[in-house]
């Protein structure tokens, strides 16, 4: 998807919400609220005359929305410049560890407050693919490409009648997103070629009809992956002997796996992953 390659994906019923509220204390005053509504992130940002911290509950967080927010002003020179100051409220309904688009629908959101475009928004800060973005976007699956300027996606429908086949399994670990991308950057294979394999295999997961043929493209998705990435396939690696498929997914290797296999809770509980989450349940 870096390079532009069509990607199939489908948004989570899981979210993120962003409040704003003008206030006459000077200064941007963040508060960020976990699925339990307990804080875990605070900072205070100085507004005029330069953004910056004045203080905050993790220096490291409080860095990386300060970049984020002096993104949105460069592409908005008027964003904050409305009121003395301003009092920001985020909650999400998921734990944060999933890392199922944390940083992109927190990047969504501060873009429709700045009245920018989220997509020249995530290039200008984090970078990376931006189909998360368009997934943040849409209320249906979707295919999407960056390969031209704007990203292009369209929403679509998948006739997949074994659903109930397929799950989600958090590997109790999140991904670094950004030292991913840094190692994909780095190779230096001829990616053209498998940018046309993958959007070959992206077309026969949409039309795919039974799950023994999902299973079969899982496995040369997956083998394509390996082959690029110069790593080892995550069923080869921890789940030699499951007996379903197994694809990786996001930045590869990490956060969530979808397998294949009705046995595949029993499975994966007694190997110590227990939160496993039916397909209908995870996705719109």
Request: with cysteine; glycine share 6%.
């Amino acid at each position: 998807m870096l390079d532009g390659a069509d990607a199939l994906a489908i948004p989570t019923v899981y979210g993120q919400g962003l409040k704003v509220k003008s206030t006459e204390r000077e200064g941007l005053f963040w508060t960020s609220k976990n699925e339990q509504g307990a804080v875990w992130f605070e900072a205070r940002f100085q507004i005029n005359p330069n953004l910056t911290i004045k203080s905050s509950s993790d220096q490291k967080v409080a860095e990386t929305l300060l970049e984020i927010l002096h993104a949105a002003k460069k592409l908005n020179e008027s964003f904050l410049s409305s009121a003395s100051g301003f009092e920001v409220v985020t909650e999400m309904n998921f734990p944060r560890e999933w890392g199922l688009g944390t940083s992109s629908t927190l990047i969504n959101n501060i873009a429709q407050w700045a009245e920018v475009n989220a997509f020249e928004l995530l290039e200008n800060s984090f970078r990376g693919s931006g189909y998360d973005i368009a997934c943040a976007k849409s209320d249906a699956p979707l295919i999407y490409s960056n390969s031209k300027q704007p990203p292009k996606f369209q929403k679509i429908n998948l006739a997949w009648n074994f659903t109930e086949d397929l799950f989600f399994v958090y590997l109790n670990k999140k991904q670094d997103s950004k030292e991913a991308i840094a190692h994909y950057n780095e190779l230096s294979e001829n990616k053209k070629a498998f940018i046309e394999k993958a959007n070959k295999l992206t077309e026969k997961f949409i039309n795919c009809q039974t799950l023994s043929q999902f299973e079969l493209l899982i496995e040369t998705h997956e083998d394509l992956l390996s082959s690029l990435l110069k790593m080892p396939k995550i069923k080869d690696r921890l789940f030699s002997d499951y007996s379903g498929s197994i694809k990786s997914l996001g930045a590869w290797g990490g956060d969530f796996i979808l397998v294949t296999g009705k046995q595949a809770p029993l499975y994966f509980e007694e190997k110590g992953y227990d939160i496993i989450i039916p397909f209908k349940k995870m996705l719109k």
